[in-house]
């Protein structure tokens, strides 16, 4: 591959994780409910968190995930967080190794739970455009 081509495609993801987080950041924006209220701060501070932004991030009920690919089925080796009007809890997604699964843990503290989920990322991060079924050669 090209030093071109290589820019477009790294270009085109950089795009794709813009898109989503755009997208993200605009739905529960405006979502009044005590879900948008909880989520609202996780993703804000997920966006800003180079490690987090890297990442596809998506939502589940009130749990803000990540994945390493744009498309579903997605990537399920990143610790997600569930939001609570009072409290965070990180937590694996789904054990997707043989090591032992991340211990939830309960907090107030959303820099706290940040800082978890950055902790138990998988050493393999390189994302891609497509889904976890077809991952890049």
């Known amino acids: 591959m090209s030093s071109a081509t290589l820019f477009a495609v790294n270009e085109t993801l950089e ?18 409910s005590w879900v948008g209220d909880a989520l609202r701060p996780v993703i804000e501070s997920a966006f800003i968190t180079p490690e987090l932004r890297a990442l596809f991030p998506f939502t589940s009920h009130n749990s803000l995930c990540f994945s ?24 694996a997604l789904r054990a997707a190794t043989d090591e032992p699964p991340l211990e939830p843990v309960h907090t107030t503290d959303l820099d706290l739970a940040i800082t978890t989920v950055i902790d138990n990322l998988p050493p393999n991060r390189a994302t891609w455009l497509g889904d976890a079924d077809h991952p890049p050669d």
């Open 15 to 32: 795009e794709a994780l813009l898109a989503e987080w755009t997208a993200l950041r605009s739905l529960w924006g405006g979502d009044d």
């Open 68 to 91: 390493r690919c744009s498309y579903y089925p997605f990537t399920l080796d990143s610790p997600c967080i569930a939001a609570w009007p009072d409290e965070y809890i990180v937590q």
